[in-house]
């Protein structure tokens, strides 16, 4: 940045950057935890942190950015809105209006009920019993809708909390979108369920050496693009993705000795995310520009390297050699295309984190329709069971014979409890949306995934979606790379063809 | 703490416990960065430590703990000396009114002295040319004196920055012990190397395969009592130990392919230091006296079982079992005895961290004598490679032929330049002086080490040293521990014997 600005945006650079070191060392001391702590330390690691988010907070709403902010409004508007500089302070008044209306008696309520609902989730857990988690999840019900009052909307109250996941966006928006694919999903998965056989994924499910497996899936991490000499890659129980900078991005898998898919397709949607956090602008760095648009947009990238990338037939015609190389005898007699099909088998199923790509969505409606219910007083939270498991019926054919494969399985609900599942399937949307954009720049994109080239889709969503840091909304984002709002079309379009040919609909 | 206590000292553990959490945190990102962090990621670090260690000097700094400290004064004087309540206000009391003497503008120089100090020393040692690195150490020495001048002294400069690594102590004191153990050693090394030949360590010079090494270093760090399950052990380019709290304590070695000493005897000091901190009552978390006595305290737990236990006759009894099952070949024909030996040749030597018992004292006498005569104005800084040279000539017979291997060879003093190296050597005094009240009270010992079990000592230092954790000054702790000062009689008593006895004197 040029020396000619006013000393309020040096200023608001100086705190900013303090803010986001501390955001970032909070996000150390998560990851140490999740890859590398030993159990007995979380005593100390939860003062650690507790310590770290709560000055995090008082910084970022020093009464001094509130001069500030007021001091650049003019300053602002007399910059292009897509500058880097007008960005910054439009994002930074973004948080920080957001934060000052939070009184730090309610932060440090969520934070504790975060914590007693974990326990609590993992007692339920244990005695496979959801009742037993009905009271810590009403405190955390009760404690969100106090946010989203706190936080105020218009319409919905979970417009405020949605807001914080995906700027911009509104529930009702949510629900249209939600409706439209619910409209084609629903008759896709009755379709392909009257196929049943036609997929046969039992090549999946064979014993694969652990060492193997995780050899293979830093194989492909690094052939989609993420640079792990400028991170790593650790095993955790629940994958994940996080950056300290973009020169500094941390993945995490599992490995399941006799099912491949948890281990590879693990690796490729976080490194999709790391390849996000990688391509970040350094100059964006402690700045508010330093992360993403969205929650959803973010899980775009991850389902584009998963899913596009790593589901497709051209990634499985190009990468089957390393596969064979890997796992010569699990593979013998199995084709390229026998392995794309398997591992595009669709099949209504209980656990959201092991759904094929079809059913997804479903998973994710459920969750948000019952999310909904309970804030607008037709489901009270002790009902949650009964209704997740009548909806299972309904949308899916299935019904969870016990609380843990159903309405307890997530760990969400545990330590929030609002629009929070929403942006897996905003995700899935967007990025058919971003991938056929790329496509119209760059046709050949399929071949060159044949021939192992992945470069071309990295470079387009480097320049068209990365490049932005978190400068867009998501719904600006979208119109900027593609120049329509957000649209279930494409996606939509894209399942029912793919799964069309598959299942020979 | 019981619910009688003044609100100010609920207040005070309150602050403390925000500072020390703020420690533990700086101490997580140097664990990460040594042993995890991609190096992309340094310039992203160096931002997140800046940001850490300012708001834990401004923690540790506030106006509000003058205010608490004098509140407690009268309350801390009806406590007993020794009393958890008096000793917390009294080492609180102390660390804030030395940070406050220190003004924000010189924490900030010297840190900046820092890195570019270790930039600077990193080229120097790279063009294997002391005269490069004559600036930076210049005005490095120039902020150390001015941090003396600023904490005060009343006999001598290096007496303010000696207080901060150990309490209580005098830089004459530091000359008196030195002085007495130059007279012996130095005529001790001089009838060992008259013995050239009489100790053949070729046998640890072989090929050990690393994994082995570190497999074999665990065992050795489980059999001497540091709870692995309540830590961890990885590798590091340099070893150290730390702790974020008593129950995630973590240790690094590193491994020589064709040298057996650095990894295990690596291992065995770093578990020293980590049963140390392993050792600190959970109740001091939080609290002033979270931490060790001493530097030099904490060095002599390490050398406790780095020397006193991994270097005895006994031990190698208890292990040598262990060690031929992991390197049959290599110690085929080798008998306890002719180990013992092997791992404690006397052989005066040019680099310090591979010295051995005898000489490693001079190799500090030499360090502190040249940073002596820097105070006093008796030596040039641009002269201190001269010096160097002529002092290992006189004590140790040997002139380091480059820089490289000489003056440039610890990473100390580009970052600081004070009585920097002295808690090493009194460490290995007080080590001796705690081991030899321990045979007072357990004169067992060395035939439970035959037994392969080092409870006994583990419990006693436990007991007697850990206990306290900074509630003592060293000073005091060695006359709470033995019921004497300091002294020199018992570390010279055990070389010469040791020594004598293996070399035949």
């Known amino acids: 940045m040029d020396a000619t600005f006013p000393e309020e945006f040096e200023r608001l650079l100086e705190i900013w950057g303090e803010y986001d070191d501390l955001l970032n060392v909070s996000q150390v001391l998560d990851w140490d935890e999740e890859t590398q702590m030993p159990r007995s330390g979380s005593a100390g690691r939860a003062d650690h942190k507790a310590t770290v988010r709560r000055l995090a907070h008082e910084t970022l709403t020093r009464k001094e ?27 930074a008044r973004r948080q920080y209006e957001q934060a000052v209306k939070v009184p730090p008696r309610l932060v440090s309520e969520l934070s504790r009920a975060d914590s007693e609902g974990y326990h609590s989730w993992l007692d339920a857990r244990e005695a496979n019993d959801f009742t037993r988690f009905v009271p810590a999840l009403h405190k955390i019900y009760r404690l969100c809708r106090e946010l989203a009052d706190t936080l105020g909307y218009e319409e919905h109250p979970l417009d405020a909390l949605l807001d914080q996941s995906e700027p911009g966006m509104k529930i009702c928006e949510v629900e249209a979108i939600f409706e439209e694919l619910k409209k084609d999903i629903v008759p896709l998965v009755d379709a392909v369920s009257r196929k049943e056989g036609a997929v046969n994924d039992a090549v999946l499910h064979q014993q694969f050496d652990e060492s193997k497996q995780w050899s293979l899936g830093l194989e492909g991490v690094k052939a989609i693009g993420f640079n792990l000499k400028e991170g790593r890659a650790d ?59 969205s929650s959803g947009t973010h899980e775009s990238q991850s389902r584009t390297w998963e899913n596009l990338v790593g589901r497709s037939r051209g990634f499985w015609q190009g990468f089957f050699p390393k596969l064979q190389t890997a796992f010569p005898e699990q593979t013998r007699g199995t084709t390229p295309e026998e392995w794309y099909r398997a591992v595009n088998k669709v ?46 019926r309904k949308y899916l054919g299935i019904v969870p014979p016990t609380d843990l494969v159903g309405v307890l399985q997530d760990i969400h609900w545990s330590g929030f409890f609002g629009a929070s ?24 994109l399929k071949d060159e995934f044949a021939k192992g080239d992945y470069s071309g889709l990295l470079d387009w969503t480097r320049r068209n979606v990365h490049a932005h840091g978190s400068k867009y909304k998501p719904g600006e984002l979208m119109r900027v790379v593609t120049g329509q709002p957000l649209s279930t079309g494409p996606y939509l379009g894209y399942i029912k063809r793919k799964f069309s040919d598959i299942y020979g609909l």
Chains 1, 2 share one sequence.
């Not at 656990?351 to 994710?364: K, P």
């Open 235 to 293: 095993k955790s129980v629940h994958p994940f993705s996080t950056a300290f900078s973009p020169r500094d991005v941390r993945i995490t898998s599992r490995v399941f000795p006799d099912f491949f898919n948890p281990c590879f397709f693990g690796f490729l949607h976080e490194a999709g995310h790391g390849n996000y956090m990688q391509g970040i602008p350094v100059k964006y760095r402690r700045t508010p520009l330093a992360g993403g648009s």
């Open 65 to 91: 950015l509130d001069r500030i902010l007021k001091k650049l409004e003019s300053w602002e508007k007399d910059q292009p809105y897509d500058s880097d500089q007008a960005s910054i302070v439009r994002v």
């Open 347 to 392: 099949e209504p199923s209980l656990i959201r984190v092991e759904a094929d790509e079809v059913t997804y969505s479903l998973h994710i409606i459920v969750r948000f329709e019952l999310e909904k219910a309970v804030y607008d007083e037709d489901l009270k939270v002790e009902e949650l069971r009964d209704a997740w498991n009548e909806k299972f």
């Open 421 to 444: 599942f929403v942006s897996y399937t905003l995700g899935n949307v967007m990025s058919v949306q971003f991938y056929e954009a790329a496509l119209r720049e760059k046709p050949g």
